[in-house]
């Protein structure tokens, strides 16, 4: 199932003409429309804005009651203090070892994944074997059981391979609950990749694993940052493995900016919440805003697949 | 079809070669194997036995599932369930629909505007969860606010008011999703045959009666899929409570998700945590089940 795109076959019934458009050019019900989109801009930008310009006031300004207003005096203060002195839990050192920690996760999570997707995927579309979709069926529903099933084993079992509460031991979790959702992404790609070059390749002589390294590779480039860019995704905005599995030296991102704001004793410092509420959304705000049609793309064949 | 049938085998070199696929595959299948298929068994075994703080084997047949219907937060909890995974579906397909039909109307900068839409998509919900924690809290949010603009008796706090506090979970939930079931919708309503249109036009329907009988019918796989990954959402949903209401006030927001985690793992009732687990793997295998087994099927 392909992103929408503007040039895709249009359903759209409210020509200008059919309805009635008033001789003056100004056509109501069309500016009726525009101003109930717009309206609806505001409404999804409206908490990006209260995050924003509150991470850039004193807390003075913001407990007086003027939080939807611009700040009066601007200050950097709150994201020096959310960075690097906030305390998050017991010490005072800032969210960036947390931020270090998310990306130590994501990248080797990501990376491994999707490469194992990428082969599944190549095995189960050009070495089909009797019950390849029931095998890719249980790797899916993998991904779709609600993980509280999981949590207590898989405690035991981090234990035992020795890499509980580490940072290590989350990128082993992401990993084994994302390779239902790569393989997907990659089978699906792969299925409609023409099986006469592959049977071609197999009569030149090319093995199992040149054949994937020539013929489909090279060709797998959208598919893979499709992938990549849903894996880091939910890797980097996942809460539940890493407050389950990480202690506080190995804590992701998520978790503490939740112990951030949840745990501050005494003053809330509402403006450093919101700065380091917004650390942790730029890195996936800014791959959604550099590649937003792949993201797009990968949401979309996680659902409505074809 | 399948490639593999036309090497023939010749020798252990060729059966190896035959092999190799399988040998790709199996580290995922055992993967998977234990950490999916292992695990939800484990689990299932300790909801029948009286783990405490570790998990122990003696088995209590029924007695957890006994003890979990009778714990007042797992009525909370479920109550919760019902009334947020009700309205945040109904709200999110009604909110997507409408959008996705607006934006069908060759809007000038529709991508534009469908990037603002959907980009609470990528962040996460705990980000949500602070921005709508206190910009709904009545100190220093809305309430605050308006009363600063002269409404001195406005008042809005839900979030501090227990029979509320769930409404603002659907609030903040419908916020990060909605734009999502919109490109969903949007999909379906670019996937609908142009001459049908044209020719129903042609005919005189009007807009709403097109909309009405030829567009919205044929969105139905459309709203499948959004039912099947907002129930889902739904069920699942922890990060999103935690971080806006914390389960509070008291234990006005519960819901399974987080009644599992603090019966387990702070409350040390391993086995009621466990049962209260496969209660929600249950009620999403029932969701989800059939919704991959209708897919994969036609696809073969």
């Not at chain 1, 009066?72 to 690097?84: D, H, K, L, N, R």
């Not at chain 1, 890493?242 to 992701?252: E, K, M, T, V």
């Not at chain 2, 068994?41 to 998990?55: A, C, E, K, Q, V």
Request: aromatic share 14%; hydrophobic share 55%.
């Amino acid at each position: 199932m392909p992103a929408p795109t503007a040039n895709a076959v249009t359903a759209g019934t409210g020509e200008p003409s059919a309805t009635g458009a008033t001789r003056a050019g100004i056509h109501w019900p069309r500016v009726a429309l525009y101003v109930i989109l717009g309206l609806f801009c505001i409404y999804y930008l409206l908490p990006l804005y209260v995050m924003l310009v509150n991470s850039l006031k004193p807390l003075s300004e913001i407990t007086a009651g003027g939080m939807m207003a611009l700040p009066g005096e601007w200050t950097i203060a709150p994201w020096q203090s959310a960075w690097s002195t906030a305390q998050v839990g017991v010490e005072a050192t800032g969210l960036r070892p947390y931020f270090i920690n998310s990306l130590l996760m994501v990248v080797p999570a990501v990376a491994i994944t999707t490469v194992i997707g990428a082969l599944n995927g190549y095995v189960l579309t050009k070495w089909r074997f009797r019950g390849a979709t029931l095998v890719f069926g249980l790797l899916l529903f993998g991904c779709f059981i609600p993980f509280q099933m999981v949590l207590i084993p898989m405690a035991r079992m981090l234990g035992l391979m020795g890499i509980a509460g580490t940072v290590t031991g989350l990128v082993f979790v992401h990993m084994v609950y994302g390779i239902g959702f790569s393989t997907l992404y990659f089978r699906n790609y792969y299925a409609a990749f023409p099986d006469e070059l592959v049977r071609a390749a197999q009569i030149d002589g090319a093995g199992f694993f040149t054949i994937f390294w020539r013929i489909l590779l090279p060709s797998s480039g959208p598919i893979a940052v499709v992938c990549i860019i849903w894996l880091f995704t939910n890797i980097w905005n996942d809460f539940l493995f890493g407050a389950s599995f990480s202690d506080f030296d190995s804590q992701p991102m998520t978790v503490a900016l939740n112990n951030l704001v949840q745990s501050s004793t005494g003053v809330k410092e509402y403006n450093v919440h919101f700065a380091g509420a917004i650390m942790a959304a730029l890195p996936t705000l800014f791959v959604y805003i550099v590649a937003g049609r792949y993201f797009v793309r990968g949401l979309m064949s996680g659902s409505v697949k074809g | 079809m399948a490639i593999s049938d036309t090497v023939r085998h010749r020798g252990a070199a060729d059966r190896l070669r035959d092999l190799l696929p399988k040998l790709v595959l199996s580290p995922s299948v055992a993967l998977v194997g234990i950490f999916v298929y292992g695990f939800i068994l484990f689990t299932l075994y300790l909801s029948f036995t009286d783990s405490r703080i570790l998990p122990s084997f003696g088995w209590v047949g029924w007695q957890n599932y006994g003890f979990l219907f009778r714990i007042r937060a797992w009525d909370t909890a479920l109550t919760n369930l019902v009334i947020f995974g009700t309205l945040y579906i109904v709200i999110c397909c009604i909110l997507g629909l409408l959008l996705a039909i607006f934006l069908d109307q060759r809007i000038r900068a529709e991508g534009f505007i469908r990037t603002i839409y959907l980009y609470p998509m990528a962040l996460s919900f705990i980000v949500t969860g602070v921005a709508w924690k206190w910009f709904l809290d009545p100190g220093i949010g809305v309430e605050a606010v308006v009363r600063g603009w002269g409404f001195e008796s406005f008042t809005f706090d839900w979030i501090k008011d227990s029979d509320m506090a769930i409404y603002t979970i659907v609030i903040a939930a419908v916020w990060q999703t909605s734009g999502f079931v919109m490109a969903m919708f949007l999909a379906g309503l670019r996937g609908i045959d142009s001459e049908m249109l044209r020719a129903a036009e042609i005919d005189g329907a009007s807009t709403m009666a097109l909309y009405r009988r030829i567009v919205i019918p044929q969105l139905r796989p459309a709203f499948m899929s959004a039912f099947v990954v907002l129930a889902h959402m739904a069920i699942k949903s922890y990060d999103l409570v935690i971080a806006l209401t914390n389960g509070g006030p008291g234990t006005a927001t519960e819901v399974p998700a987080t009644f599992m985690y603090s019966y387990t793992f702070t409350r040390n009732q391993m086995g009621i945590g466990a049962s209260s687990a496969v209660i929600m793997m249950l009620t999403i295998a029932a969701i989800i089940v059939p919704y991959l087994w209708s897919e994969l099927r036609e696809k073969k």
